[in-house]
């Protein structure tokens, strides 16, 4: 139930309960909403798909937190450590990082991980075939997420259990217990400067290596967010601890949302199922449509202006935070007739769901193809597979960085 029209929009139970319900009344109040964040920050939620899609690439909405009217709040809570990432810079410096893993995530290596993929979600069918039923989040999309992020990253297997228990923590943060969550911090920062330290010494065929070797002079002084030195290409060793986490971290939760929400969207339409069996689907239509109907972020990284602008006859002051709704934008009535139809066949404007501009998702072509691979594997070896819940009964994963199903079973 949305508050009165003049009250901030709190994001808060009632809203993950219904996020598409809530955005779905926020379309018919307009494009910008005063609203309200967990931690009770003051923000500008933007919902409108034209409005979301020109912010996306506005370089007056910046990332970088120097920006920030006030500090400290509102998913600005990372330690310095890990917060020098390339979605915490802006112009030139951004650009700078981007090119680098955008390199590194380009499509030879995505190529090249295709089949080790198609082995791994075979390997992991095998167990589920072996009893007969499984859970496609913790049995399929989880395991073969972790281990696609950590063979890129050259991350040994023995620490994968430990990395994927980290996430989840994170991901949905226990606020009777907030200790777990700092220990999880903790204890993926010391693995991730650890895991550096290897590789700096025994280099391997990864990416983590690769930025290892792009790495600037270790005795040369570390610059601010926003100030590095847009000249050099390589990272700075802050910038490479903060890139390693980024990538286990933002590869890990948004594939496992991804291939569990299009499972589910199959398996509860059994005509869309059908023809994707039968051939008149493709798989990729449907990646395309669950990333427009339920993506896996459904916000962006918060914004700052760096001056006062105006967005949709709203006024909103230079410094004050700023989130883009990819999940009210790929759903505004104003440019996708019937929004909350599940439609692979539907033709309109492109979905935001992986960004727009400077910010696009560098590893979205990696994403698609896990997804392809692990749910084209899954319908391939169990023609009989079906829920093996009620529907209305699955959990989601009350954040709001990810709605992924908590848990996704299935009979096979």
Sequence with gaps: ML?????PVPLDEGF?????????????????????APDTTPLWLITGYEQVREAAADPRLALDKRHARSRGAAGDSLPPELDAHLLNRDGADHARLRRLVAAALGPRRTE??????????????DHVEARGRGDVVADLAAPLAVAVICDLLGV???????????????????????????????????????????????????????????????QAPEDPPGEGPAG?????????????????????????????????????????????????????????????????????????????????GTRIAA????????????????????????????????????????????????ARAENEIAVGALLRRFPRLALDADPATLTRRRSLRSRCPAALPVRV
């Design 3 to 7: 508050p009165p029209a003049d009250a």
């Design 156 to 218: 040994p297997s023995g620490h994968r259990v430990d990395f994927r228990v980290w996430t989840d923590t994170l991901l949905s943060p226990d606020p009777g217990a907030p200790g777990r969550s700092r220990d999880a911090m903790r204890a993926m920062h010391g693995f991730l400067g650890e895991l550096i330290a290897h590789k700096r010494a025994v280099p391997g065929d990864d990416l983590l290596s690769e930025l290892i070797a792009a790495e600037r002079d270790p």
């Design 112 to 125: 090249a991980l295709r089949e080790p993929i198609r082995r791994t979600a075979d390997a992991l069918l």
């Design 232 to 312: 050099e290409a390589g990272l700075t060793e802050r910038e490479l601890l903060a890139m390693a986490f980024l990538l286990l971290f933002a590869g890990y939760h948004n594939t496992v949302g991804l291939i569990s929400g299009t499972v589910l969207a199959l398996l509860t339409r059994p005509r869309e199922l059908a023809a994707v069996r039968a051939g008149r689907l493709g798989l990729s239509a449907v990646t395309e449509e669950v990333l427009r109907w339920d993506p896996p972020a459904m916000l962006a990284v918060r914004r700052f202006p760096t001056e006062d602008l105006t967005v949709d």
């Design 16 to 36: 993950l309960a219904d996020p598409h319900g809530v955005c779905a009344g926020l379309h018919r109040r307009g494009a910008v909403h005063r609203a309200v």
């Design 319 to 366: 410094g004050d935070r700023v989130w883009l709704s990819w999940a009210a934008a790929n759903r505004d009535p104003a440019r996708f007739p019937d929004p909350d139809a599940f439609d692979p066949a539907r033709q309109g404007p492109p979905h935001l769901a992986f960004g727009r501009g400077p910010h696009f998702c560098a590893g979205a072509a990696l």
